[in-house]
């Protein structure tokens, strides 16, 4: 079984996924952490050294590396994995099991300004200009991920009821 978690940045895509791998007893991965491992650099120094579009033909690289492996595991995707290069197609050309954890613009905000230095995309915007920011780019990429086999509400909700709702999901 290949269960894929898509989502904007800070939505907890790696949180339910560690979580979901638990219970579950599958293996997790991460896919900017095995995309980091697999060029032996960091993302935001691929960003900068070879820039989005490289980044971006890597990922469906690793994306489709992955979904063609035989083994089960739960993938977290970047916030913008499902927007390029037909990568949500080919996720659902390998699994019906893709879930979209969809949070509030207001509820991301929140969630990423406590992170907010190590997200090379927004480490650089003023607290004040990420609402506008993010629902920019939700606009850009809610399409993609409305797309998605299973929408996932997010908001006001612990991860372990996320996970929860997710198992009930795949029975």
Do not use: W
């Not at 907890?12 to 896919?31: E, P, V, Y």
């Not at 409305?146 to 372990?160: L, R």
């Amino acid at each position: 079984m290949k269960i894929v978690l898509i989502g904007y940045m800070g939505s907890g895509k790696t949180t339910i996924g560690k979580l979901l791998s638990k219970k579950l007893n599958i293996n997790f991965i991460d896919l900017d952490a095995y995309i980091e491992s697999k060029l032996n650099t960091s993302v935001s120094d691929i960003f900068k050294e070879r820039g989005e579009l490289y980044f971006r033909k890597m990922e469906h690289t690793y994306v489709q590396e992955l979904m063609e492996e035989k083994k089960s595991f739960i993938l977290s995707t970047g916030g913008g994995t499902p927007c390029y290069a037909d990568n949500l197609g080919l996720i659902q050309t390998h699994t019906k099991h893709d879930f979209y954890l969809k949070l509030t613009i207001p509820n991301l905000v929140k969630r990423l300004i406590i992170g907010k230095e190590s997200r090379p995309l927004v480490q650089n915007i003023a607290e004040t200009d990420l609402p506008e920011f993010i629902g920019k780019h939700l606009f850009e990429r809610n399409n993609f991920y409305m797309q998605a086999n299973t929408i996932t509400v997010c908001d006001d909700k612990t991860p372990e009821e996320i996970v929860a709702e997710i198992m009930q999901q795949l029975k």
